[in-house]
Every structure is written in structure tokens, then in C-alpha cells.
């Protein structure tokens, strides 16, 4: 007699897949994590990281803020008078830091970040032209078992904004106009994130977070950032690695920026809390990995 | 933190963050997910929605909920679930049937040797409906327990249970049917059902 779990257990049997056809798989998954391929639809392959989410008010809590500075208001044309002025000051320092990378072979940055608690630390090199984009994060657990080993992005050397990612070369060639960059920003989001203006702080801290923005676009970035209505100064922060700045917030996210500098030292969102400490060029990535 | 200890719903929650994860997930649940698949389409179809899935699953980890089980299964099912309509919807054009929309029948014929039993899977998945069929299979032929399985079809958990046990009785039913006869009609059924409910 026939049984139904019988009959259902015989037809659920299905061959594995082979090993090649999981390889291929693989490496379409990884080309679309890192948004660089367009063999991947460009409506995926353009989705990032860093789109915010709600409860915003834990997290932030979750930094140190050691000296709550109140502002009010939010509407308007811009950030509120606090925030849009504290902006464009750290945008100014940024533009007068030396620098400019148009030719650099890879672009180092170094952060830590907390997650549920625990605290991973992450480089990546992310190569200019054919090197291959070496990530080492120790909160990236690794397929064989390997933790805190290297891993190559194929088809890296892309960095993210918010919804969109841009080459090295399509960064060097975004407007440094406060104006024309906004709009080219803008123009870019695809719908991507919670809301554009949302979008928009977000992309406007992911280039200030990992990538060889020159100075002049870093000054252009904070201004834009300056220009976002909503956004406000929640306080003064002390950073995981100890340094002093201050928080704006827009939504959910907080950066935390010094001011004197023009340096992006931290940001927190729910559930995140990354500390960059570091960023430059670099003649070489790693060796990497024999397999 | 090792790769075992990373249960799956830590790293869904990273997810959000780092896509670059997704790499993980992958090496961790394609082949299951690749079965699931291969269950409903051809394997070389299968082969070709195997990485859409993961790519639709990046592109929906902002949204993703993982399940009081821990599991990635039922959100990746419940994915997969949806690439495998979007594909067939796509191949049969406007032939496309509501009552087949996430099974491509010549496909698990082609899988099954035997001609009798093609013909008893027919009459028994072909006597449920579209959303019973699909929920028998979740739990029958890719392992989910009913709560996991409504979350991969975005139903409550105790709509799953009720149908799961009405799909689990008609197809018994269906089953035991002399070939050729009409299936039981609405009355036999309930009342069985109620003899069930009654029994647990």
C-alpha cells in the first residue's frame, strides 16, 4: 500500500549539484555583492550597503555621548543653523587637508565595528585598475572554517554611495560643486533607501568613509551633507578609539566628525557602530590566500 | 567566532550591513536551496535560478526577518519560491497557469522513472490546491517544520497547521481512491476533518 509520506519521500529525490555548478553560481553572487558586474540586472547590482532602519534612538544612545547638545527645528532648506554650520566648518578643514589620489594603486581604510555586542576589525584594499580587492574583516565568517583570513572581492575596486557604487575613475570625475554634486548624486539613488533624502546622507558617508575622495570633493560632500533639511547636531561624542567629535544625525544614522579636521570618525546606526581609523593610498594589498 | 558559531540569524542581521555575507550564506545553504529548485524545475533551470535567488536575497536583506527557528531556509525557500514563478511566468507566456504558477510538472515527471508513480503524484498534488500543495511540499520535500514553512509562503502559522492537515488528508484520500473514481466530495472530507480534530 502506498503511503503518502512514501510517495513524497521518492519524488523529493533530486541529484546535488555538481561542484561546477555551484562554482558558478558563487561567483555571480559575489559579483553582485560587490555591485561591478553587469551581467547582474543594474537595479541589483547598484544596491549597497548602509540603507538606515528604525530605532535609531537605542543606538545612538549606545555611543558615548558625553555632552548632549540640543538643537531644534529640522524643516526648511536645510540642515538645521547648528549642524549646516558645524558641516561646512569640518568640510572647510577637509578641503584644506594635502592630498588628491587619482592614481593610487589601491585605497586602504581600517575600522572596527560592533555588532550585536562584539567587536570585528576590517580592512579592505580596494584596487584602482586589474589588482584584485582584498577584504580582511574578522566579523566575515569565512565558507572553509578560516576566520580572519583574507578575502578577494571579485571584480572589486568599486566603492559604495548609498544605493550606487562608483569606480575610482567615476569618482575622480564627480563634480566638486556643492550644487552639481548634489544633483549628480541625486540622480544616481534609483529609488534606493528608505527615502532620497535619507539615501543621499548615506552616500554622502560612504565616501567619506572608504574611499579616495580628494579634498575638494570631501569639502563638496560636507556641504551637501550641509544642505540636507532635517539634519541636525545631537552631540558630543567620544569615539571607540577614544577621540573627541561631534554627532549629526539625519534618520537613523549618526556620524560623528571632527570638526577641526574634516575627518568621518564614527558612525552609528541600530544594530551597527563602525570607528574608522584609518584611511590612505597604498602600493600593495596582501598576498593573497594560495587558493 | 567560527563559521559554526555564526548561527544564521547573526548573520542575516549582519547581512543588512554587509552584503558581502551573502557570499556565506551561500556556502552554506545553496546546495539546499538548489534542491528546492531542482524539485520544481529542470536541473539545468535549476542550475540558472540558483544564483538569482542569492542575488534577490541581497537585494531583499534589508526586509529579512530571520525565523524564530534560526534558520535561513524558510526566508531563502520563500524567495526561491517566488524566482521559480517570475521564471516560469516568463517561459510560458501567457499559457501561464494560476493553479501551476511554482511547479513545472514535466520537469518532476522527468525526474520520476516510473510511470505509475508520475500518474499517483499527479492525482495526488493535483487534487489540492495551489497554496496546500505548496505547503505539503515545503515540509514533505525540503524538510521545513509548518511554522517554517508559513513563513516562506507569508501565511500564520496556524493557517499553515490547518491546511497542512486538511493537504495531508485529501491527499491520503486521493491516495487510497480506486484509480478512476471521483475523490471524495466536500462532505466526506469535513467530516473526516472533524473526526481529526476531535481525535487530537
Known amino acids: ?32 555583492a560587490t555591485a561591478v558586474t553587469p551581467a547582474v540586472p543594474p537595479h541589483l547590482a547598484r544596491r549597497r550597503r548602509r540603507l538606515t532602519l528604525a530605532g535609531a534612538a537605542v543606538a545612538v544612545a549606545a555611543a558615548v555621548v558625553t555632552v548632549p547638545v540640543v538643537s531644534f527645528g529640522g524643516g526648511g532648506t536645510s540642515a538645521d543653523a547648528d549642524a549646516a554650520g558645524l558641516l561646512r566648518r569640518a568640510g572647510a578643514a577637509a578641503g584644506d587637508q594635502p592630498g588628491g589620489w587619482p592614481d ?74 556643492p550644487g552639481r554634486l548634489r544633483a549628480e548624486l541625486a540622480s544616481d539613488l534609483h529609488g534606493a533607501g528608505p527615502d532620497p533624502t535619507t539615501e543621499l546622507f548615506v552616500a554622502v558617508g560612504d565616501l567619506l568613509r572608504e574611499s579616495p575622495a580628494s579634498p575638494a570633493l570631501r569639502e563638496a560632500l560636507y556641504d551637501v551633507a550641509a544642505g540636507i533639511p532635517g539634519v541636525r547636531v545631537t552631540g558630543k561624542v567620544t569615539d571607540a578609539a577614544g577621540r573627541s567629535g561631534t554627532g549629526v544625525t539625519y534618520g537613523h544614522e549618526t556620524y560623528v566628525i571632527d570638526p577641526a579636521t574634516g575627518r568621518l570618525l564614527a558612525d552609528v546606526e541600530p544594530g551597527w557602530r563602525a570607528t574608522y581609523l584609518d584611511q590612505g593610498p597604498s602600493d600593495t594589498a596582501p598576498a593573497l590566500p594560495a587558493n | 567566532m567560527t563559521n559554526d558559531a555564526s548561527s544564521d540569524a547573526e548573520l542575516l542581521t549582519a547581512l543588512r550591513q554587509q552584503p558581502e555575507l551573502v557570499g556565506v550564506l551561500y556556502e552554506r545553504h545553496a546546495a539546499a536551496v538548489y534542491r528546492y529548485l531542482a524539485r520544481r524545475c529542470q536541473p539545468a533551470t535549476a542550475e540558472d535560478l540558483l544564483s538569482e535567488v542569492f542575488v534577490a536575497a541581497l537585494a531583499a536583506r534589508k526586509r529579512v526577518v530571520p525565523h524564530a527557528s534560526g534558520s535561513a531556509l524558510p526566508w531563502l525557500y520563500g524567495i526561491a519560491r517566488n524566482v521559480v514563478r517570475g521564471h516560469l511566468r516568463r517561459a510560458r507566456g501567457r499559457w501561464s497557469s494560476g493553479a501551476d504558477a511554482g511547479m513545472d510538472w514535466d520537469a518532476v515527471d522527468a525526474r520520476l522513472d516510473a510511470e505509475s508513480q508520475r500518474a499517483l503524484l499527479r492525482r495526488v498534488l493535483g487534487g489540492l490546491s495551489a497554496g496546500e500543495r505548496e505547503l505539503l511540499l515545503l515540509v514533505a520535500w525540503d524538510g521545513l517544520t509548518p511554522a517554517e514553512a508559513a513563513q516562506a509562503l507569508g501565511i500564520p502559522q496556524a493557517t499553515a497547521r490547518s491546511r497542512l492537515h486538511r493537504a495531508r488528508l485529501r491527499s491520503q484520500q486521493l491516495l487510497d481512491a480506486p484509480e478512476g473514481e471521483p475523490p471524495p466530495g466536500l462532505e466526506t472530507l469535513t467530516t473526516l476533518l472533524r473526526h481529526e480534530e476531535r481525535s487530537v
Open chain 1, 104 to 177: 593610487a594603486a589601491y585605497w586602504h581604510s581600517a575600522s572596527s565595528y560592533v555588532r550585536e555586542g562584539r567587536t570585528f576589525r576590517r580592512e579592505i584594499w580596494v584596487a584602482h585598475r586589474g589588482g584584485p580587492t582584498v577584504l580582511r574583516d574578522t566579523g566575515l565568517p569565512d565558507p572553509d572554517g578560516r576566520v580572519n583570513g583574507d578575502v578577494v572581492i571579485p571584480g572589486g575596486g568599486v566603492f559604495s554611495a548609498g544605493g550606487t557604487s562608483l569606480t575610482w575613475d567615476q569618482l575622480y570625475a564627480l563634480p566638486t560643486d
Open chain 1, 1 to 32: 500500500m502506498n503511503t503518502l509520506e512514501t510517495l513524497l519521500d521518492d519524488t523529493g529525490r533530486v541529484d546535488d549539484l555538481e561542484p561546477a555548478g555551484l562554482a558558478r553560481g558563487r561567483v555571480v553572487v559575489h559579483r553582485a
